[in-house]
């Protein structure tokens, strides 16, 4: 099966930094956008940054100029270098990824899961 494993998160004080990783392990034909999202407690998920397969960023408002996204598409991972990090930035990070894989219940053939989500890691930021 496919999974988003995702690490790095942690406890950091305010103006701390912290750097997540997500690695997409499985039967993997290939990785299109992948993304993080924040979700706080009692709050939605929101997206936080994106970053397509040829390297075109996207970020929220709170996490411009703050957040960093990459990726490494040999090692179909996605990073996340965050610094500056406020309380607000508290919460469960979630990696989401649009990707392709080969089905073994299938005889290998290709499938797409354009929304495949990792198991989160919390990371809290405190004053």
């Known amino acids: 099966q496919v999974q988003l494993v995702e690490s790095g998160g942690g406890s950091v004080q305010v103006g701390g930094s912290l750097n997540l990783s997500c690695v997409a392990v499985g039967s993997i034909f290939s990785v299109d956008t992948m993304a993080w999202y924040r979700q706080a407690a009692g709050k939605e998920r929101v997206m936080v940054a994106r970053i397509t397969v040829n390297g075109e960023m996207t970020y929220s408002r709170s996490a411009r100029g703050r957040f960093t996204v990459s990726r490494n598409n040999a090692k179909n991972a996605a990073y996340l270098q965050m610094s500056s990090l406020k309380p607000e930035d508290t919460g469960v990070y979630y990696c989401?990824?649009?990707?392709?894989?080969?089905?073994?219940?299938?005889?290998?053939?290709?499938?797409?899961?354009?929304?495949?989500w990792g198991q989160g890691t919390v990371v809290t930021v405190s004053s």
């Open positions: 989401n990824a649009d990707l392709i894989y080969r089905d073994p219940g299938q005889g290998m053939a290709l499938r797409r899961n354009t929304d495949t």
